[in-house]
Structure formats: structure tokens, C-alpha cells
């Protein structure tokens, strides 16, 4: 491989690995910290502080994960599918998507719920068991981006 390759590569993963960085850190803070307190926590309290965080986050997350994933894939496409780095970069890819998923399918419901409520001045009388929905794919979440951020740094030694 030629150096320039090599330093487009380089900077490639540096970028996937910070982006995936930023989501991983947030669902790591709320699967250790976020679910704690919540349970400690006034439905009210619930509902109009996680209705602001899902607003705010669902707008300035996905430049994190669509950055993330987009420069893994480029490390697949360049590296390619038979090369150990290639493997690697498809793991990790295939963490991405995982986590993506389950935020589509099962967080973000949750999240345009709350969203709405705090918005439109809705109380909502199950705001507990919303927010217990969305706690227990957190961890899942989180062990996902592990699996992506484990085998980015490993590309850099394969």
C-alpha cells in the first residue's frame, strides 16, 4: 500500500473511531447512569426532561452515526471484504447497523413519544413504563458500539 492510501485510511478510521466514540459514550452514560436515575425519578421529572434530551439528541446524533458508518464502509470498500482489516471494518459495521436498529425499531418510538409530549404540552400516563422500554435495549445498544469501537482500534494493528 502506498503512504497516501495508508494516511487516507488512517484518517478514515480516526473519524469512525471518534464518531462512534460520541454514540458510544452516550448510551455507555445512559445505561450506567441514565437508567439509575431514572428510577429514582417523578414521572413528570421523566417526562419533560427525556422528551428535551430525545429532542435535542435526535437531532444532533445522527451526524455522529451517519459519519461513523459512512467512513466504515469506505474502509470495507478499500481494504476489502477478504483482508483482515476489511473483516474487522465489517464487524465493526455490522455493530453500527446492529445498534441503528435497535435505536430505529425500539428507542426511537419511545423517543417521538416523549418528544411529542414535552412539545404539545401532553401528559403522558405511561411515561414510566416508555422510558422502561427504552432502558432495556440501552445496554444491547451500548455492547453493540463496543463490538465497532474494539474492532476499529484493532484495525490499526492488523
Known amino acids: 500500500m502506498n503512504l497516501n492510501l495508508i494516511m487516507v485510511l488512517q484518517a ?12 458510544f459514550g452516550t448510551d455507555v452514560f445512559f445505561a ?7 428510577l429514582k425519578s ?21 451526524f455522529f452515526g451517519a459519519t461513523a458508518i459512512l467512513t466504515t464502509i469506505a474502509q470495507v470498500i478499500i481494504y476489502g471484504i477478504h483482508s483482515i482489516s476489511g473483516k474487522l471494518a465489517m464487524a465493526a459495521l455490522l455493530g453500527m447497523i446492529s445498534q ?6 425500539i428507542s426511537k418510538p419511545v423517543n417521538d413519544t416523549m418528544v411529542d409530549s414535552v412539545k404539545y404540552g401532553r401528559v403522558l400516563n405511561n411515561v ?8 432495556k435495549v440501552i445496554i ?19
Open 100 to 105: 441503528l436498529l435497535i435505536y430505529i425499531f
Open 32 to 38: 450506567l447512569i441514565g437508567k439509575k436515575s431514572v
Open 12 to 23: 478514515l478510521n480516526g473519524i469512525a473511531i471518534i464518531c462512534t466514540a460520541v454514540v
Open 140 to 158: 444491547w445498544r451500548a455492547l453493540s458500539l463496543l463490538l465497532s469501537m474494539v474492532c476499529l482500534v484493532i484495525i490499526n494493528y492488523a
Open 42 to 62: 417523578k414521572e413528570s421529572s421523566i417526562a419533560d426532561v427525556f422528551g428535551h434530551f430525545h429532542e435535542v439528541a435526535d437531532k444532533r446524533m445522527p
Open 128 to 135: 414510566r413504563e416508555l422510558q422502561e422500554r427504552w432502558d
